[in-house]
């Protein structure tokens, strides 16, 4: 097996979404772009990609990650509008898309086109919420966002399931499809909550941090094969796991916290860079097989598709957002007022991604039981890839301006920063009780300087947030605490540079240098997080 083509694809991915960090270009958008451009360049490999290493290998990890990552109570309280999309908006979608693409293109059966309705049917919003956090969307429509490419992926999947038994001539019924979504669907909830309590309960009796990782680095892996096993969604059963453990994470050693989030991010970096990449890739692969459709009608069904698609999402939005608030008054008193920018903006962010080119190449090439071609098999190659590609450029570019144009409101930075200062107040009141209680039984005795230590280092935790409130520096524009957490780093570096030219003098050995740079290593760690 050559693993070069392997390496330069996570390397070259790697490259150039550190370059889009300085550049106004979301990362994905930049990927996808200078895919196709090198797909075309001699000597540049074939990259074609295999459902069967995506779904089960790669959507996981990527599910798990965004899932940790979002909050358990900001979904709960989205969860009507998350539902209305990710599970709503798919099925009309893979109706509404495949009805069109049946009238469009001559003698292509129904359900083959259904086939295509549920591939097409859902956002991918990796490159959405990376908008919308650079932008500083408001937290609602950021969690609708990641709570809708959490869950949607398991509703196409499923409907995708439905339509291709009956499009390759198996027998499907209206009955057996709503069964076999409900067993999905059902499934993967339970699956998800059996595994999630014993998993979070070895995650903390497990007290070895390497072992705690290689555990959680498994978790996404085992939760959607088990689920799989069973004929229920994997996607769910992840999703269910994860979300569960970001919640309860505080209960998870320390150490283990810190290598895995350095580890999931490399993970989730890695892995997203490289899918982007891989999706302006396929050009070629689609491009060879699409045989009699080349030129004007290609282009055609390309141009319908794509506005289909788009008009598609406004038509579900606007009527899934404001119908049950009229009809509602519990509706009405549960969630906050709306105006019409915030559907807008999330109608408009319904970017394709992988996923769906991942599903569109799962198609067998055959009807079942026979050797007669699937019907259509490279036009709804090329129309997946031309909707991904059409979505990500079109409606990617346009997202950021289309916010600032909108005057959406953002983040309440100074909010959310008074919020964190009373909160930190708290804590720190309820720490001093603790080290009084402490300190007052002769077990516990320490020098005063110690204790006196203690106190000072839990003033300062509490003072940190509420000096980011304060005036910025005249000269540096820092604010006290930026200018703290600069010197203190500084007095780090200088730390370090004597230890290692003391090991290099052989007063101290490697082991010994290893011993003192991780310490420093923790100090600056905390000091970039309370930075962040």
Not at 283 to 308: H, K, N
């Amino acid at each position: 097996m050559d693993v070069m083509p392997l390496l330069l694809l996570v390397a070259g991915s790697a490259a150039i979404a550190a370059a889009a960090r300085r550049t106004p270009v979301p990362a994905p958008l930049l990927l996808v772009a200078i895919g196709l451009a090198v797909s075309y360049v001699p000597g540049v490999p074939d990259y074609t990609l295999d459902p069967h290493i995506v779904l089960p290998l790669i959507l996981p990890p990527l599910l798990h990650t965004a899932a940790t990552d979002s909050s358990y109570l900001d979904l709960r309280a989205q969860l009507r509008p998350v539902a209305m999309l990710s599970v709503g908006y798919v099925l009309f979608a893979t109706f509404v898309v495949g009805w069109a693409l049946y009238l469009i293109v001559p003698d292509l059966p129904l359900t083959a086109a259904l086939v295509f309705g549920a591939v097409v049917a859902p956002p991918d919003a990796v490159a959405a919420t990376a908008v919308a956090r650079r932008v500083g969307l408001p937290s609602r429509i950021t969690t609708i966002l990641q709570g809708e490419s959490l869950l949607n992926d398991a509703t196409a999947i499923t409907a995708y399931r439905v339509a291709l038994a009956a499009a390759v001539g198996e027998g499907a019924t209206w009955a057996g499809g709503i069964g076999e979504f409900l067993l999905a669907a059902v499934g993967g909830v339970v699956v998800g909550l059996v595994l999630m309590a014993p998993i979070h309960w070895l995650r903390t009796h497990v007290k070895e941090a390497l072992l705690q990782n290689t555990l959680s680095l498994l978790i996404p892996f085992f939760a959607y094969a088990v689920a799989e096993q069973v004929h229920a969604s994997g996607v769910l059963a992840v999703v269910v796991v994860a979300l569960y453990l970001g919640h309860r994470a505080w209960e998870v050693d320390f150490a283990t916290r810190l290598q895995e989030e350095a580890v999931w991010k490399m993970v989730a970096f890695v892995l997203e860079s490289a899918v982007f990449a891989l999706i302006g890739l396929q050009l070629p692969v689609v491009l060879r097989g699409l045989g009699q459709y080349e030129g004007a009608d290609a282009a055609w069904y390309a141009l319908a598709v794509f506005l289909v698609v788009v008009a598609a999402r406004f038509v579900w939005v606007y009527p899934a957002t404001f119908l049950p608030r009229l009809l509602s008054a519990r509706i009405r008193e549960r969630e906050e007022s709306l105006t019409w920018k915030g559907p807008f903006i999330i109608a408009w962010a319904g970017m394709r991604g992988v996923v769906s080119l991942a599903i569109a190449f799962s198609i067998p090439l055959t009807m079942h039981d026979s050797d007669e071609p699937f019907p259509h098999r490279n036009l709804i190659l090329f129309l997946t890839f031309t909707t991904v590609i059409g979505t990500l450029v079109v409606q990617g570019l346009t997202l950021p301006p289309l916010i600032r144009l909108l005057k959406v409101p953002g983040r309440d930075v100074q909010a959310e920063t008074l919020a964190e200062a009373n909160a930190q107040a708290q804590a720190s009141r309820a720490a001093e009780r603790r080290l009084d209680e402490l300190l007052a039984d002769e077990r516990n005795a320490l020098p005063a300087p110690l204790a006196d230590r203690l106190r000072i280092v839990l003033e300062r935790r509490r003072n940190a947030v509420w000096e980011r409130l304060g005036q910025a520096n005249p000269i540096t524009g820092e604010s006290v605490d930026d200018t703290y957490r600069r010197l203190s780093r500084e007095m780090i570096s200088a730390e370090r540079e004597v230890f290692v030219r003391l090991r290099d003098g052989r007063y101290i050995d490697d082991e010994m240098l290893r011993t003192l740079l991780r310490r420093l290593d923790l100090e600056e760690a905390a000091a970039f997080r309370e930075a962040a």
